[in-house]
């Protein structure tokens, strides 16, 4: 059995500390290099995974021409994706992005391009696609346990990105106000606000939910914070044929969904033509209500199965076998989750319904 040689490149996204503990966790992948221009950025993950000096770098074509992955995980700010991906895409190696996917829908194809012709694997990492509870959702809509798949209704967020770190460290309010100022998660240019990191969660499993599905209009309105160039609550409506879906973003919950389930609470309920299914962010049940069942009736999540129970070993999975990215890591599920957030943003700047951009 052959080791997978991952590498991990930029550290803007506090998920990266998740994913190297997926590879480190993984029997047959190997951490071989890790890559950020800050030093102190990388300090926690080369002593959580004992890497020695000979894989750390700061100079992404050193890391990966040293190192030679197999596959890269990229946690890039989101306005830099696409410029990193077609700089790895050189080297031939699959990319794992973690969410949000891009800067724009025309970023997105930059990427997907890229990789396409460098004859290798794209995914982006959407974390709820491994919450047995909506894989389960899916199972059931996919059986026909709700009908037609005709709304959803998703809201999700947490207190704000600064407050935690990998593995879900926590971060003083003190420290999170200090960081404000200088983080790329409150700075427009790089793609930050709420809108951009939880929209395309919503969107992106809820077009999966729908089984690619889009809509026709968006309508988005976001809050205006003092002092802040983005928004940290967003409120979309899509039309689609079927009706209406709402998708709601939030920095700023009393608690993270993660210790303590807020109010409203975190996850999606989908309405079918036959019945409802509500799935809640860690929940390890969803509830189903049906024409012949009025009564909400819970039901036990899906046990998930080997290859399939989290990003890196997915994506491995696929590696070995030869099979596509499918399901919401698939990056023709990703872009239509694009689609509505580039949308959003200019329904939210212009402050009217606009059609769906292409």
Request: aromatic share 8%; proline share 5%.
């Amino acid at each position: 059995m052959r080791n997978w040689r991952v590498a991990g490149i930029n550290f803007d996204h506090m998920h990266m500390g998740d994913l190297l503990r997926e590879v480190y966790q993984h029997p047959e992948a190997e951490i071989v290099g890790v890559c950020d221009k800050s030093p102190e950025r990388m300090q926690s993950a080369i002593a959580s995974f004992n890497l020695g000096t000979n894989k750390v770098f700061h100079d992404v074509d050193r890391c990966v021409e040293q190192t030679k992955p197999d596959l890269v995980i990229l946690c890039a700010a989101t306005a830099d994706h696409a410029d990193y991906v077609e700089q790895l895409a050189k080297y031939r190696v699959h990319v794992l992005v973690e969410k949000p996917f891009a800067a724009s829908i025309a970023d997105s194809d930059r990427m997907t391009r890229a990789v396409e012709d460098s004859g290798k694997l794209l995914a982006v990492n959407w974390p709820l696609a491994w919450y047995p509870c909506h894989v389960t959702a899916k199972r059931l809509i996919d059986d026909g346990a709700i009908g037609e798949v005709i709304e959803v209704h998703f809201y999700d967020g947490n207190r704000g990105p600064l407050y935690h770190l990998a593995d879900k460290a926590e971060v003083s309010q003190k420290e999170v106000e200090a960081a404000k100022p200088s983080s790329w998660w409150y700075k427009h240019e790089s793609g930050g606000g709420s809108l951009r990191d939880y929209l395309g969660y919503g969107t992106t499993l809820g077009t999966w939910f729908m089984n690619g599905e889009k809509p026709v209009e968006v309508t988005c309105v976001v809050d205006q914070p003092a002092g802040l160039e983005v928004d940290e609550h967003s409120i979309t409506i899509c039309r689609y044929q079927s009706g209406l879906s709402k998708f709601e973003t939030r920095w700023g919950t009393f608690t993270d969904p993660w210790t303590q389930q807020p109010q409203p609470k975190c996850g999606f309920v989908i309405v079918g033509s036959e019945g409802t299914i509500s799935s809640f962010d860690y929940e390890q049940h969803v509830t189903v209500q049906t024409r012949q069942l009025l009564t909400p009736t819970r039901v036990e999540a899906d046990v998930l199965q080997d290859g399939h129970r989290s990003a890196v070993e997915y994506v491995i999975r696929c590696m070995e076998t030869g099979n596509p990215i499918v399901g919401p890591l698939d990056p023709a599920i990703s872009r239509i989750g694009q689609q509505i957030i580039d949308s959003a943003v200019l329904s939210a700047r212009e402050k009217r319904t606009v059609g769906l951009l292409s």
